[in-house]
């Protein structure tokens, strides 16, 4: 009998630490470091829309210039001015919309690359004309 006693006493005891065990669990702790939300919205856009900057305009602009976000941004706080690239980009991102708009069927004919050709400074003269082969 003494055995029954001691085997209900551990069956009692066991219990008692399982349901201590559930009662004091804690909930998994999440960490934010490896998730990944939405990128915070663009600041200081003053010639792009939010939907342009969204749909990787930007990476179009780069490979058009043959450059990377630091031709035109400053690392680390790409919303400053300070890169005198960044105020050119504007007045040419303006001017190529306004060749653009004169067409009229709403086409984009003009473009960074028309000009730029994936270089940084845009083609100032057409190449030089290959000679024609000798008759």
Request: charged share 20%; with cysteine; hydrophobic share 35%.
């Amino acid at each position: 009998m003494c055995n029954d006693t001691q085997m209900r006493l551990f069956a009692s005891l066991a219990s008692l630490a399982m349901l201590t065990g559930f009662l004091l669990a804690q909930p998994p702790q999440t960490s934010d470091k490896g998730k990944k939300g939405p990128p915070p919205p663009p600041k200081n856009l003053q010639v792009l829309t939010a939907q342009e900057f969204s749909i990787g305009l930007m990476q179009k602009y780069a490979a058009a210039l043959g450059g990377n976000c630091f031709t035109c941004h400053v690392q680390g706080d790409f919303s400053s001015d300070e890169n005198p690239h960044k105020v050119i980009a504007r007045t040419m991102i303006t001017m190529t919309r306004e060749i653009n708009a004169k067409f009229p069927d709403g086409k984009e004919h003009v473009t960074c690359y028309t000009c730029h050709r994936g270089t940084h400074e845009p083609a100032m003269a057409p190449p030089p004309a290959e000679p024609k082969p000798a008759q």
